[in-house]
């Protein structure tokens, strides 16, 4: 099989952990008789010194044209003072706009090699956890109306959050339907005691729960889900939740798994084509040192494999490899601790993992 693949490294560690995950795939490709054909694109603070805006026309079409984009991170300090239409972000929201992707899975899960990192109580993490969370990607405020204007004090900004009932019921779809994959429950969080956004999403999902009567659903203001997330985090399976909302609370579900450096993504739309990336940003306080840790981004190849090209074996193979590794005791800055735990370098890492795909 051969597959084109885009690469979006995009700044900070971005080119680092796109190289490492890069060549975990080709390792892969070699033992499982696959070929990967990769293109470069730019997107973000490097696209916009190359070309003066964040997401460039070429981008969008090479994306369109490959079979599956991976994507590193971008953003930086570099750009940071730069207006919010031609900030880095902007290239990383107007990819996922353009590609139609809307679903955006984020699983998180406490590696039991990894017990120490989790900053909960013992008795906590000896129940572990294991949650997928489903965060609507191309709607709400992230997309809505803003701007400036006169307001009753002064000058003000305002933002907008939206959401129709198609939009809500693809992504309660999406959900449902990883829930019968997985242990049958879904947890809809949202803000319905306030914003009438939430009303109809909680709304929709209840009317399309009817579909699914194996699944169980619960509902959960976003604000106690925080709060459940450090006290009873094995209670979650499948948490669905709005673009903001899951932003907020997948770097919550990111930090009590160990460290955000691990937590891989796939964002998806009504085809093949989807875009992976680590849910984390570019650290540029550690960019260009060979410090990173690689494991989100080759983890997130690994959800390529499975979910763009069917190829649910050779996930599984670069999932063990990530397990073994960290049982073995390879670490990353981001999760050496102790007493004589070495740190290891990204490529150090990422040929950790490779030695035993
Ligand atoms: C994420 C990031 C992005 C988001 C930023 C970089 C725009 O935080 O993927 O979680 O908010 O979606
Ligand atoms: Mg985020």
């Not at 959900?175 to 994959?181: G, L, N, Q, S, T």
């Not at 494991?295 to 090209?309: C, D, K, P």
């Amino acid at each position: 099989m051969q597959m084109n693949i885009a690469l979006v490294k995009g700044d900070g560690i971005g080119p680092e952990i796109v190289t490492s995950a890069v060549a975990v795939l080709n390792a892969i490709g070699e033992k499982y008789g696959h070929t990967f054909v990769f293109t470069d694109v730019l997107a973000g603070g490097c696209a916009i010194d190359a070309t003066g805006i964040p997401l460039p026309q070429e981008t969008v079409d090479t994306c369109l044209a490959s079979d599956s984009v991976l994507l590193g991170a971008v953003g930086g300090p570099k750009w940071d003072t730069l207006p919010g239409n031609i900030r880095p972000e902007k290239a990383l929201l107007g990819l996922r706009s353009a590609l139609g992707l809307y679903t955006n899975l984020r699983p998180a899960r406490l590696y039991p090699a990894l017990k120490d990192e989790c900053p909960l109580r013992a008795d906590i993490v000896e129940k572990g956890f294991d949650l997928l969370m489903v965060r609507e990607l191309t709607g709400g405020i992230y997309f809505g109306d803003r701007g400036r204007r006169e307001g009753k004090y002064g000058p003000e900004a305002y933002d907008t959050e939206a959401y129709s009932v198609m939009e809500i019921e693809r992504i309660a779809r999406a959900a449902f339907e990883a829930a019968r994959k997985r242990r049958g429950k879904v947890t809809s969080i949202d803000k319905a005691n306030v914003l009438e956004t939430s009303r109809l999403w909680r709304e929709t999902v209840h009317r399309l729960a009817a579909e699914y009567p194996d699944v169980e659903v619960q509902d959960m203001l976003v604000d106690n889900a925080a709060m459940q997330l450090v006290r009873n985090p094995s209670s979650f399976d499948v948490v669905v939740t709005t673009n903001m909302f899951g932003d907020i609370l997948s770097d919550e579900a990111s930090q009590i798994s160990g460290s955000i450096g691990l937590l891989p993504s796939a964002s998806l739309g009504e085809g093949k084509r989807g875009l992976y990336e680590p849910i984390h940003g570019s650290a540029p306080d550690i960019a260009g040192q060979n410090k990173a840790n690689p494991l989100a981004t080759i983890l997130s190849a690994a959800m390529m494999l499975r979910y763009a090209f069917d190829l649910g074996e050779e996930a599984d193979a670069i999932e063990r490899a990530v397990d073994k590794a960290l049982e073995d005791g390879c670490r990353t800055a981001d999760i050496a601790r102790g007493e004589g735990v070495r740190a290891l370098s990204c490529t150090e890492m990422t040929a950790e993992v490779i030695k035993r795909l």
